[in-house]
């Protein structure tokens, strides 16, 4: 018998029934194995460090940041970075480890990706890939020459809002973000001695750089009220160009669906937004996390389970083992408001290409 050890994807060995009777393996190579991977897509601000922190603290898994601009180190509240309290002790990968003046491109992602994912495996954990940036997540999935789909078995988790709904949210989410120290940040980070800013590499490509430079240079040689003007006007192109983003992201999902016949698992996280306080956590629980928790389940242990709102409802007195999902730091469960609409004149979205005149994700 010759035993195929590598480079085998065939799924069923070569059998041959000589006359005598009996089977005799002339050729058997056993089907490659692939190891599981969890990827968690969405628009920013919908969830998704939250539920793959939930998804981690349930299952044995590590979590890899796809975000390309949580990768640089610095500008903790500008780029939204998790908190080492709300990571509770899960081990998070690619976040803030790139100097911020380097260009780290989807090709650096993907190769710095692959030997993660293979160190995680290896200590036989679950990677779960977590960001908004879907052209990394492309990059890596879709490339050839790592022979990413030969290796891996993908779950797509897509954190959805309805796009009125995360509208209204955002500007709230920026407004928080300006009352923890956005401002003050950013200015730290100013070259004040540069003439023109290069806002189109780096960290610097961040939301909330580039909108902020004609307010930081009125500083020292402006009075109060040209200050406050430009600062509101700055803010405001941060809400604008946030929304942006968002609707971008969630048309890149939409392309990658098309494109490459992704099997995503779509979430509904819209009436978490609608609700606040202990509602919205009630909603959270029901129709993000455990929805996700049973979609992970059943994609590691073929259970076989319904998940979500197709899942059969439990009888009276039955044992219903419901899922244990893990508190949810003060920090990730604020960012969760009952959301309000802000001005008049946010569309929804209506894109037709892919960066959208914002380059980060």
Known sequence: MRTCLSGCIQAQPWLSFPAGGGIHMDSYCPPRWKE????VMGATGTGKSRL???LATHFPAEIVNSDKIQVYQGLEIVTNKVTDEEQQGVPHHLLGVVNPEDEFTALDFRHLASLTLESITMRRKLPIIAGGSNSYIEALVEDQDLEFRSKYDCCFLWVDVALPVLNSFLPERVDRMVQAGLIKEVRNNF???AAEADYTHGIRRAIGLRELDRYLRSEGN???ETRSRLLEEAIDEIKANTIKLACCQVEKIHRLRRRHGWDIHR???TDVFRKGGEEAEHAWEMLVARPSISQVEQFLYGNGKKVG???APTSPGTNANPIAVAPTPPGLAASMPAARWWGPQMPA???????CGVSLQ
């Open 349 to 355: 979205c209506h894109v037709a290409h892919s960066d």
């Open 52 to 54: 793959s922190i939930e």
């Open 309 to 311: 709102r197709d899942a």
């Open 36 to 39: 599981k991977v969890v990827i």
């Open 222 to 224: 402006a009075n109060w």
């Open 267 to 269: 979430i509904d996280a």
């Open 191 to 193: 070259d004040r001695a």
